[in-house]
């Protein structure tokens, strides 16, 4: 088993933030002056078998607006873009087939995003959002290639992911199917 935390205590001087200035239908970069982000993060890894790990993962920020010009209103709000907490759990398990040195790889992945603001006013929120992540791989020759079948996003969240204020938004993609091939030369 193996457990790793961290604690961070950072200044940010001109975080970039796109506002929208509605009469003149313009998206902008400014900067908001400055922000503080307190917060810490656990990791754990287990493996239980020779074949089978698991792993989880905790964080937890806190991010407060400390000084914003164009905007003095907003000192002490939360800083857009940053969830207050993230989740991570999953599993790995290796069947380990017959044919010379490979092996088929199972990962179940749920990965936990909580709620976050868009705007400096905190006046627009993102729900929490709760992904299923899946892989499924075949590895061969000790693992110097392997051919993946990969879903993101299993149960198809919709969500946005950008929002600007006036109501634009960019939906984010809904369920992802991949397929990769990797070799190794070296």
């Known amino acids: 088993m ?6 961070f205590d950072t200044s940010v001087e001109g975080q970039h933030f796109f506002s929208f200035i509605g009469a003149i239908s313009a998206q902008i970069l400014t900067n908001i002056d ?19 790990d698991l792993y989880a993962s905790f964080g937890y920020t806190d991010s407060e607006i400390e000084a914003y010009e164009v905007d003095p209103a907003a000192v002490g709000n939360q800083a857009p873009y ?5 989740a991570n759990l999953g599993a790995q398990y ?13 990962r179940a992945d749920y990965e936990y995003r909580g709620s976050q603001y868009w705007d400096v006013q905190n006046s627009t929120a993102r729900d929490a959002l709760n992904f299923v ?15 993946s079948g990969e879903v993101e996003n299993l149960t198809d969240e919709r969500y946005n992911s950008e929002w600007v204020a ?4 960019a939906a984010a993609p809904g369920r992802i199917w991949k397929a990769r091939f990797r070799w190794n030369f070296f």
């Open 82 to 86: 940053i969830a207050r907490k993230t």
């Open 34 to 52: 400055k922000v503080d982000l307190r917060g810490g993060e656990i990791d754990l890894e287990f493996k239980p078998t020779e074949r089978l």
């Open 94 to 106: 290796e069947f380990p087939l017959p044919l010379g040195d490979s092996a088929l790889l199972a």
């Open 2 to 7: 193996r457990v790793s935390a961290a604690l």
């Open 166 to 169: 006036g109501g634009f938004s």
């Open 133 to 147: 992540h899946l892989r499924l791989s075949l590895e061969g020759d000790g693992g110097r290639w392997s051919l």
